[in-house]
T-cell receptor
Framework: LAKTTQPISMDSYEGQEVNITCSHN???????ITWYQQFPSQGPRFIIQ???TKVTNEVASLFIPADRKSSTLSLPRVSLSDTAVYYC???????????FGTGTLLAVQP | EPEVTQTPSHQVTQMGQEVILRCVPI?????FYWYRQILGQKVEFLVS????????KSEIFDDQFSVERPDGSNFTLKIRSTKLEDSAMYFC???????????????FGPGTRLTVT
């Protein structure tokens, strides 16, 4: 089964734009791509969801290419409080189960 | 804002014992989920539940696990005979509707930390 993979970690400074990519080459044709944020000892929290092209809300943007085999979460101007683990979540093509990505630890420094 | 609640926040049990983890999903939600997160690892899907039956389950969700919605508010995960490797955070989640597009806007509870000794 294909894995849903992300970079293990990323470093950034306050005020910078951060882009985190998830690779999901076995995504189901009718499934959405969703991103979650998780702080230590807390449950994941919904950030944004999309199916194709670009979606933007008040906290982030999500870019999805035409083949939908990857997606990129964009955080426009990060702050220290954005330090967290970020997960993508997709439906797994063969079984249609929900698969979290491997998670990316974003560390924002002053 | 309504939220998913879970009890207890921390459960310590001995290997071989049965544990029941409890969740109260948001009241008008229809789909319910359990996830597991071993310390330092990613969140793993265990099971989804809709209309009083399991709709999907992962290979982790073997015969030692069961789920139940015993009344109109609670959603429970039972582990029949705990093993050391069951030690993890267990998260409950719920979604508002059964439509596939809504499947990912899940509301997660704060989790129960299960420690098996």
């Amino acid at each position: 089964l294909a894995k849903t993979t992300q970079p293990i970690s990323m470093d950034s400074y306050e005020g910078q734009e951060v882009n985190i990519t998830c690779s999901h080459n076995n995504i189901a044709t009718n499934d959405y791509i969703t991103w979650y944020q998780q702080f230590p000892s807390q449950g994941p929290r919904f950030i944004i969801q999309g199916y194709k092209t670009k979606v933007t809300n008040e906290v982030a943007s999500l870019f999805i290419p035409a083949d939908r085999k990857s997606s990129t979460l964009s955080l426009p101007r990060v702050s220290l409080s954005d330090t967290a683990v970020y997960y993508c979540l997709v439906g797994e093509g063969a079984t249609n189960k929900l698969i979290f990505g491997t998670g990316t630890l974003l560390a924002v420094q002053p | 804002e309504p939220e998913v609640t879970q009890t207890p926040s921390h459960q310590v049990t001995q290997m071989g014992q049965e544990v029941i983890l409890r969740c109260v999903p948001i009241s008008n939600h229809l789909y319910f989920y359990w996830y597991r997160q071993i310390l330092g690892q990613k969140v793993e899907f265990l099971v989804s539940f809709y209309n009083n039956e399991i709709s999907e389950k992962s290979e982790i969700f073997d015969d030692q696990f069961s789920v139940e919605r015993p009344d109109g508010s609670n959603f429970t995960l039972k582990i029949r005979s705990t093993k050391l490797e069951d030690s993890a955070m267990y998260f409950c989640a719920s979604i508002r509707t059964g439509g596939r597009a809504d499947s990912y806007e899940q509301y997660f509870g704060p989790g129960t930390r299960l420690t098996v000794t």
